[in-house]
């Protein structure tokens, strides 16, 4: 099996992770999300980095879940822990992340783009949640985005659905910058090295103190994960992801 995550070291504390699955647009496969989770991991324990930049291969940094995989009733439940994984591990390493975004990011995408503690994007880039048009729930990037959108805007990404531009993206607090796609690489690195100007343990503390003052609450709502099973396993998930595959609106029954 080719690698599904590479990884490049511009500079010494710096490290790229690239999302390379251009030809399917980066779709978050398994295998790709245990890929990503591990170089993570490896990456904190070896000392390589002390910041990460994502990307993806190709003009889009990624589609979204793997909607073959969503629809096979036998890997539903190992790729929805590797989504989970894949999300915290983003948000709970040391490590400091800064998503560069080109393209567009959907769904499980944009939750990966979320999950990291910045976000340059291109200026010509798009974000979209489609879950509910594929009879999915987005409640494992919803508990990544709700530190980040107020809730108008949140309900507006999930319920209408319609892709929005980088423009308003930054304005709702999913991009901290927007440069024309060419820059969008070259202002994350710029990025990445005013970070290593700070005290290594200092910005360490910082991003533990940034994550406690966003903390959900013990028991004050249901988890994240079940509720992600529980809607792909749904018959609106069912029929949602069997349209997408046949190319045809689903039929939502009544």
Avoid at 166 to 189: S, W, Y
Avoid at 204 to 209: L, N
Wanted: aromatic residues 4%; charged residues 25%.
């Amino acid at each position: 099996m080719p690698d599904t995550v590479r990884v490049e070291f511009p500079r010494e504390g710096i490290a790229i992770l690239i999302l390379d699955r251009p030809e399917r647009r980066n779709a978050l496969s398994i295998a790709l999300l245990g890929a990503l989770t591990r170089e993570l991991e490896a990456l904190h324990a070896r000392g390589a980095a002390r910041v990460v930049i994502l990307r993806g291969e190709g003009p889009v940094f990624s589609a979204g879940l793997d909607l073959h995989e969503a629809a096979d009733d036998a890997l539903v439940e190992e790729s929805a822990r590797h989504v989970s994984a894949a999300l915290h591990a983003l948000r709970r390493s040391p490590l400091i992340s800064i998503a560069a975004v080109q393209g567009g990011a959907y769904a499980g995408g944009a939750g990966l783009m979320a999950a990291c503690d910045m976000a340059v994007g291109a200026a010509d880039a798009r974000i979209g949640f489609p879950e509910a048009r594929r009879g999915l729930l987005p409640a494992l990037v919803t508990d990544v985005l709700r530190v980040k959108v107020r809730a108008g805007d949140l309900a507006e990404l999930f319920l209408v659905g319609d892709p929005i531009d980088a423009l308003r993206a930054r304005e709702i607090g999913l991009f901290q910058r927007v440069v024309p796609a060419e820059r969008v690489l070259p202002e994350a690195l710029a990025m990445a090295a005013s970070i290593l100007a700070g005290g290594p343990h200092t910005i360490e503390r910082t991003k533990v103190i940034l994550r406690s003052a966003y903390a959900r609450p013990e028991g004050a709502e249901a988890s994240p994960i079940a509720e992600h099973l529980a809607g792909r396993r749904s018959p609106e998930a069912i029929e949602g992801l069997r349209a997408f595959r046949e190319k045809r609106p689903p039929a939502w029954g009544r």
